[in-house]
Structures are given as C-alpha cells and as structure tokens.
C-alpha cells in the first residue's frame, strides 16, 4: 500500500480513483470514513488516495499527470516556455527563467 495522492478536494481525489479504477489499477481512498470525532480533533479532513500494489506507483502517477496539470498551476493565460517548459504569466515577453521569447 502506498499512498498517492493528498487533498482538501474530495472530488478530485474520486476523479482520480476513477481513473485508476478504469486502469485497473486497485486503489482505495483513506480518511473518506473517518469518523465525526477524529475530524474535529485533526481539524481538518484530508482525504487520500492509496494503491494497493507499490510497483504500480509510477504507472498511477503518469496516468494521473495530465489530470493533475489541468486546473492547477496552469491557466489559460500562461504560456509554456518552449525550451525549459516552465509555465509563464501572459504578461511576460520572455520566459522568466531562460529568457526564451514567448512562442506565437
Ligand atoms: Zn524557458
């Protein structure tokens, strides 16, 4: 068992079983049950996502990667540098970390 994935975002972490589910890779999703008590004592209530089998850790993480860039970090504003590929604001001519100019 190892664990994959933490967030605040519930549905997020059932989007991301289901799509491990349609992998057919086993996982489950812990702190989903817990109880009334042990929320207000922990404060907060994290859900997270597991796997059964460590080996298939990699594989959950790329399959989950394209998922977890959409609606993150990037916006429909920002452009990815085409050299070092880091995401900038629309308001930089230049990448912010290798000066490359902003692609068409
Ligand atoms: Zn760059």
Not at 66 to 72: F, L
Request: charge should be negative.
């Amino acid at each position: 068992m190892r664990e994959l994935y933490t967030s605040m975002d519930s549905t997020r972490i059932g989007f991301y079983k289901s799509v491990l589910d349609e992998a057919g890779i086993p996982c489950f999703i812990q702190n989903e049950t817990t109880s009334q008590l042990v929320n207000m004592l922990a404060m907060v209530f994290q859900p997270t996502l597991c796997i059964i089998n460590d080996e298939q850790y990699e594989q959950a993480l790329v399959l989950l990667k394209p998922h977890h860039e959409v609606g993150s970090i990037m916006t429909a504003e920002e452009w990815l540098c085409p050299c070092c590929k880091e995401s900038n604001p629309a308001s930089f001519d230049l990448c912010w970390n290798c000066q490359a100019a902003k692609p068409e």
